[in-house]
């Protein structure tokens, strides 16, 4: 843990640390009083108890360019501080920032009164030779090769489905505890199943073989099955999933109402967090899925076009903002688009005009009650319920 931006008030003395996984621990006067997950955002408040002025609320947000941070210090509507004061990003947000800021192009024709003013925000000359040398594919390398090497072992225990299953599934569950902790894991791989059992609900309905459900690790789950002979059914199996998964979300919501156990409320955030990033208009997540049904049953290639341009500007998007797992689904799913794939899908029945707009609208209504929920959750307080507006705000 490194310390982000500290500041005096009222003779107390707060200091915000953080991680490069994005954690946050937030301590007042040395002692510990909130902590969460930033989820790879430059803003975040913390929630938390003050023996003076009771609850109180700190929010923050980070300028990556300016090496600074603006805070508020507020006790219910009134705000008893404010200011600006020097940040120290975690390592991550400080290479992307150096990697992708357009004024380091700039850089050599500054004027020398300008060279000597930013040379006080910059790091010092060998860490911006680690930085360097910690490039996006450098760090795409060390997140990937692991997966690719589960995937050779998967390869030759191909008849044997079950250790394949019980491997991933032991595997995720490691990984998911190492990166967070068992009770978040736990929550997660609840609503990856959860999630996934709809699109295996969808299939069966369908009347296609569902060939199993897969944990992949730090990556979520797949259901696989046969090929559905209509974009009708390609519609109801990719958006079924989510719509579990908002119904589970709703009942932990409900349940933490109850009975205000805080794991409830924790599991209704993770359940919302991850069924609105697979809504997500990008192809191969759900929300592109459902977006690809309508638009391959369109004549003409004017929607085809569309969905590959906003696939392809939100895998643009993720690169630049340094979410590299959306960033290679965004990847795949664009050369999935532009494969040639009309003798392939030709037997594929389309949807009526009237289907399409069915699909349209519940994307649409879907999408609402989740990010309804999300706000619903972010309200209750509890640390990591905000995790669903924080990935929205990014």
Same mark, same amino acid.
């Given at each position: ?124 000359? $060998? !860490? ?7 490039? /996006?594919? #450098? %760090? @795409?390398?060390?997140? =990937?090769?692991? *997966? ?110 109850? $009975? !205000? ?7 209704? /955030?993770? #359940? %919302? @967090?991850?069924?609105? =990033?697979?809504? *997500? ?114």
């Amino acid at each position: 843990m490194q310390t982000l931006f500290e500041f005096y008030h009222d003779q107390v003395f707060y200091q915000l640390k953080a991680n490069n996984l994005g954690k946050e621990m937030l301590f007042r006067n040395g002692e510990l009083v909130s902590q969460g997950r930033a989820f790879f955002s430059t803003s975040n408040d913390h929630r938390f108890f003050c023996p003076k002025h009771g609850p109180l609320r700190l929010y923050f947000k980070v300028s990556l360019k300016n090496a600074d941070v603006s805070y508020r210090l507020e006790a219910g509507n009134t705000l008893l501080c404010e200011g600006i004061t020097a940040a120290k990003p975690p390592k991550w947000l400080s290479k992307l920032e150096q990697k992708l800021s357009p004024e380091a192009e700039s850089a050599q024709t500054a004027s020398p009164a300008q060279q000597d003013t930013e040379m006080l925000h910059q790091p010092p000359l $060998t !860490q911006q030779t680690s930085d360097t040398a910690t490039s /996006a594919p #450098s %760090l @795409l390398k060390q997140w =990937f090769k692991p *997966l690719l090497v589960l995937g050779v072992i998967a390869l030759k225990l191909s008849k044997s489905a079950g250790a394949i299953k019980a491997a991933l599934a032991g595997t995720a569950l490691a990984g998911w505890a190492w990166l967070f902790n068992l009770e978040v894991a736990i929550g997660l791989i609840a609503a990856i199943l959860i999630h996934e059992y709809g699109h295996v609900y969808a299939m069966k309905r369908a009347g296609l073989k569902v060939k199993g459900v897969y944990l992949l690790p730090f990556i979520g789950g797949a259901a696989v099955s046969e090929r559905a002979t209509s974009r009708w059914q390609d519609f109801k199996i990719a958006i079924a999933g989510p719509a579990f998964g908002t119904v589970g979300a709703i009942i932990a919501y409900l349940l933490w109402l109850e $009975t !205000q156990h805080s794991t409830l409320a924790l599991f209704a /955030a993770i #359940s %919302l @967090l991850l069924n609105l =990033f697979n809504l *997500l208009p990008m192809v191969p997540l759900d929300g592109g899925r459902i977006m690809q049904a309508a638009a391959f049953s369109r004549k003409g290639k004017a929607a085809k076009t569309a969905l590959l341009l906003v696939t392809g500007s939100l895998t643009l998007a993720a690169w630049y903002f340094g979410f590299y797992l959306l960033m290679l689904f965004g990847i795949l799913g664009t050369f999935d688009l532009l494969s040639d794939r009309e003798e392939h899908e030709k037997d594929i029945v389309p949807m009526t005009d009237t289907g399409i707009l069915v699909t349209l609208f519940s994307y649409v209504g879907l999408m609402a009650i989740l990010l309804w929920l999300s706000v619903i959750m972010a309200d209750s307080g509890i640390p990591g319920t905000n995790l669903p507006l924080i990935f929205i705000s990014s």
